[in-house]
């Protein structure tokens, strides 16, 4: 847990960065700098989901009647923990593709020969006080729409997932 909060104390951003520039530019060190700093959001949503559902009473009677460590897990706290991990890595996936398109927008990301939303941003940058605005808009609009489509797929998952709602 020390090590969580350490490198959750670090902006995701600045660490990113970091990484990219110690690996170098391109598609696949942005990939693994993105990849390195997204999983403490998720690794601190599953702790605390963990030890709140191991102190549920469902939970303490399957010790009780001598189920296995495995079959608890399985059966009874996994079944409780997937809606908000499912949720938080949805909006984890809107936050690195975000991340990317502002690298790339800086030229920090990915490098032009590969296409990247941040990296046409940055290139129609000036059309934007012409005519031609709509060449730097369109994938902006790009990416906000990617952006909320991963926000309610994971929003749809988890009322699908939920084991807590009565189907009644």
């Known amino acids: 847990m020390w090590f969580i909060n350490v490198v959750w104390s670090i902006p995701t951003l600045l660490l990113v960065i970091a990484i990219t520039f110690?690996?170098?530019?391109?598609?696949?060190?942005?990939?693994v700098a993105v990849g390195l700093t997204m999983w403490v959001e998720v690794a601190r949503v599953v702790r605390?989901?963990?030890?709140?559902?191991?102190?549920?009473?469902?939970?303490?009677a399957g010790f009780a009647l001598?189920?296995?460590?495995?079959?608890?897990?399985?059966k009874h706290i996994l079944p409780?923990?997937?809606?908000?991990?499912?949720?938080?890595?949805?909006?984890?996936?809107?936050?690195?593709?975000?991340?990317?398109?502002?690298?790339?927008?800086?030229?920090i990301g990915v490098q032009p020969p590969m296409p990247s939303w941040g990296s046409m941003i940055?290139?129609?940058y000036s059309f934007i006080l012409l005519d031609?605005?709509?060449?730097?808009?369109?994938?902006?609009?790009?990416?906000?729409?990617?952006?909320?489509?991963f926000m309610l797929l994971g929003n749809a998952l988890r009322d699908a997932l939920?084991?807590?709602?009565?189907t009644n």
Do not use: C, H, T
């Not at 908000?84 to 991340?99: C, H, Y």
């Open 22 to 31: 110690a690996l170098g530019r391109g598609f696949w060190q942005v990939f």
């Open 48 to 60: 605390g989901q963990i030890i709140s559902i191991r102190e549920k009473e469902f939970v303490e």
């Open 66 to 74: 001598g189920f296995s460590n495995f079959r608890i897990i399985r």
């Open 80 to 107: 409780n923990i997937i809606s908000p991990v499912i949720v938080i890595s949805a909006a984890n996936f809107a936050a690195a593709i975000l991340i990317e398109a502002g690298l790339s927008f800086l030229g």
């Open 122 to 124: 940055k290139e129609y």
């Open 132 to 149: 031609s605005a709509y060449l730097a808009f369109i994938p902006g609009l790009a990416i906000i729409m990617l952006v909320m489509a």
């Open 162 to 166: 939920d084991v807590k709602v009565d």
